[in-house]
C-alpha cells in the first residue's frame, strides 16, 4: 500500500553538531507536514510545503520538498539540547475514496549535552 | 484559547471490555481525527469527521467507531478491547475537512492500557 518512510530511525549528535532527516513517500503528495513530538508528549505541527522544490526555514530548522514531490527533508543546524524529539513527517493520501494523513514511523533525535 | 482537549488522561481497562475517549476541538474547527499511537511508531489513522459525518476511516476493525456532536466535539468507541489495543490515542482538529492548508492540531492524548 501507500507509504511514507523515514530515515535514519534513530540519531544520537553532540549539541551543535547538525542534524537530518529524511521523509520518502511511495507516492506524488500535494503537500507534506512535519511534526515534532517531545518524550511523552503529542505530536506538534512544524510546517506544511505545498510546492515542488519548495524550502522552508525555521530559526536552525530547514525543510525542503523534493521536486517530484515525493521526498522531503528537515535539517536542524547547531543542534540544541531542546531539540531532543521525534520528527515525523506526513502525507495526505487517497485510499477508499477518502483522503487521511499518512505518518512516517519518525526519528527520534536524541542530543548529548 | 484552549487547544485541542482529551479525556481521560489515562485509561486501564481488560481484555473485552469496552471504552469510550472523548474528544474537544478548537474552537471554531469543525473536523476531529483520531488516530492510534504504538509505542514508536507514528500516528495511525482511525477516523475524521467533518460537521458530524464521517470523511476518512483508516484500516481498523469494527471494533472501532466514533461520533462527531453538534458541538464538533466526538467520540471514539473501541469495543472487546484486545491487548494490541494499547495505545495513545489522540485527537486532532482541523478548521475544514482537509486539503493543502489546514493544518490539524493534536491534543494531548489518552493513553489506554489494556490488560
Known amino acids: 500500500g501507500q507509504q511514507v518512510m523515514q530515515i535514519p530511525q534513530y540519531q544520537h549528535v553532540q549539541e551543535g553538531e547538525d542534524f537530518t532527516t529524511y521523509c520518502n513517500s511511495s507516492t506524488t503528495l500535494s503537500n507534506i507536514q512535519w511534526y515534532k513530538q517531545r518524550p511523552g508528549g503529542h505530536p506538534v505541527f512544524l510546517i506544511q510545503l505545498v510546492k515542488s522544490g519548495e524550502v522552508k526555514k525555521q530559526k536552525r530548522l530547514t525543510f525542503q520538498f523534493g521536486e517530484a514531490k515525493k521526498n522531503s527533508s528537515l535539517h536542524i543546524t547547531a543542534t540544541q539540547t531542546t531539540d531532543v524529539g521525534t520528527y515525523f513527517c506526513a502525507g495526505p493520501i487517497t485510499q477508499g475514496g477518502s483522503e487521511k494523513l499518512v505518518f512516517g514511523k519518525g526519528t527520534k533525535l536524541t542530543v548529548n549535552p | ?115
Open chain 2, 1 to 115: 484559547d484552549a487547544g485541542v482537549t482529551q479525556s481521560p488522561t489515562h485509561l486501564i481497562k481488560t481484555r473485552g471490555q469496552q471504552v469510550t475517549l472523548r474528544c474537544s476541538p478548537i474552537s471554531g474547527h469543525k473536523s476531529v481525527s483520531w488516530y492510534q499511537q504504538v509505542l514508536g511508531q507514528g500516528p495511525q489513522f482511525i477516523f475524521q469527521y467533518y460537521e458530524k459525518e464521517e470523511r476518512g476511516r483508516g484500516n481498523f476493525p469494527d471494533r472501532f467507531s466514533a461520533r462527531q456532536f453538534p458541538n464538533y466535539s466526538s467520540e471514539l468507541n473501541v469495543n472487546a478491547l484486545l491487548l494490541g489495543d494499547s495505545a495513545l490515542y489522540l485527537c486532532a482538529s482541523s478548521f475544514g475537512a482537509g486539503g493543502q492548508e489546514d493544518t490539524q492540531y493534536f491534543g494531548p492524548g489518552t493513553r489506554l492500557t489494556v490488560l
